[in-house]
Each structure stands twice: as C-alpha cells, then as structure tokens.
C-alpha cells in the first residue's frame, strides 16, 4: 500500500514537471475518430456514453477507449482494454501494449472522462497523441483544451456541452 502510494507521488510529480511545457496541436479537421479513457471507479455507464455520442454524429466504429480500475481480479476478462496502477513502472512508463497501442494512435478527439486525478490517469492523457483533449475542469487545466464544469455522473449534459462547444468551434 504504502509503495502505491510512492509510485503514485513520484508518477504524479513527473507529469506535472512534463505538464509546464505543453504544446497543444491546433487543427481544423473536422473530429471523426474519438478515444476516451475512462476511470471506472466512479463511471459505470460506458455504453451509455458511446450512445449518446453515436446520437449526435459520431460512428461507434471511431470511438476506441481504454479503461482505468484501481483494482483488477486476475480471474476477470474484459471485452475492452484495462490497465491499473499495476501497470505503470516508477519510471512512469507502461508496460501494457494496450496502453502503449491507445497512447500511440492518433485520434481527433480524447475525451479525458475523470473527474479525479489519478497519476495513471494523467500520464495517458497527456501522452496521448490526440489533437484536441476534452475533460473534466476539476482536474488539471494543462492536460485539456476544453474542460466541461460538470460531475462524470451526469453523462449526458457532459455529450450536449462538448457538442455544443464543438459546433461553436467548428469541429464538427
């Protein structure tokens, strides 16, 4: 317990000494492919939040996203991709393919969807190679382009704000 809390410190520290000089890729495409990493700690309802953003444009065969739990049974099985604090090195590295293949890709969209700050959590999302990052404005302000003043229980005023600020953007 006591060693988790270290890893997460240090991990924590590390993203936020990164996170002083961030560059934020300015693009004008229009958003077509959408990651989203979730904490499932707190937010259940993944689907729920696919389907509203297959509601309003968005392909469901575009949105890719990976999920973080504090905890994983060795003896569950996951239809998508999972990582915990198991899987980040003191290094801040991961070591999970999943992570590293989600991380890589490049995506018009990352929707950060957390609203407590988690260093695995923070490290993903600011590694990701996404040009435009939306999230929760109770966590780091330097990780997102648009942050969204709501709980991640309240998914669909989440999905109306983002497309409203989208529209207004010209991103869709």
Sequence with gaps: MFLNYLKNFFTQKTVKKNLSNVKHIDSSKPIETVGIIFDE????????????LVKNGIQESNVKFLVFKDKINKK????????SHKDLSW?????KSEVKDFVAQ???????Y???EKAALLLVSHQSKATFKVGFASVDKKINNLMINTNAERYQVF??????????????
Excluded: C, H, M
């Design 41 to 52: 700690s707190y937010f259940y309802e993944r689907s729920a939040l696919v389907a509203e």
């Design 76 to 83: 569950e099985t996951f239809e998508y991709p999972v990582f």
């Design 91 to 95: 290094r801040a590295t991961f070591d």
């Design 106 to 112: 490049k995506f018009d969209l990352l929707i950060n």
């Design 114 to 116: 957390y609203d407590t």
């Design 159 to 172: 999905v109306e704000e983002l497309f409203k600020y989208l529209k207004i953007l010209k991103k869709i």
